[in-house]
């Protein structure tokens, strides 16, 4: 995996263009959880540069985009399948999710 870890000025140009062509994701971290939040295997990227500020934020540490690693898509994807069969074992094979407020989007 190649992953960048952002600092305040060489990479900006292109952390922005990978971003705006969805190439890349600024990924904070990343947790392959069992049971803690139900039945089934989840694998949870945390993704840096959120800008909503909600008041009671779980993820505080996750609001400045330097705080991240500049990552290309493919390479999030090849964590996914990595995990697939661990998935299927446990249930959740076909659930693959993106955040619940929209801020998030994948090329597809």
């Known amino acids: 995996m190649v992953a960048i870890q952002l600092g305040r000025s060489e990479f900006h140009h292109e952390q922005v263009e990978g971003h705006r062509d969805g ?12 049971a803690i939040d139900g039945p089934g295997t989840r694998l949870t990227y945390f993704l840096s540069g959120c ?15 330097r705080d991240g690693a500049l ?3 493919g390479d999030v994807l090849v964590r996914i399948r990595r995990y697939r ?12 999710r993106t955040c619940g407020c929209g801020s998030c989007s994948f090329p597809g």
């Open 71 to 73: 990552t290309p898509i």
């Open 85 to 96: 069969s661990v998935f299927a074992a446990t249930g959740c094979a076909n659930a693959v």
């Open 23 to 34: 190439t890349v994701a600024s990924v904070h971290s990343w947790e392959l959880v069992t």
């Open 51 to 65: 800008l909503l500020r909600c008041q009671y934020c779980h993820n505080p540490d996750t609001w400045k985009m």
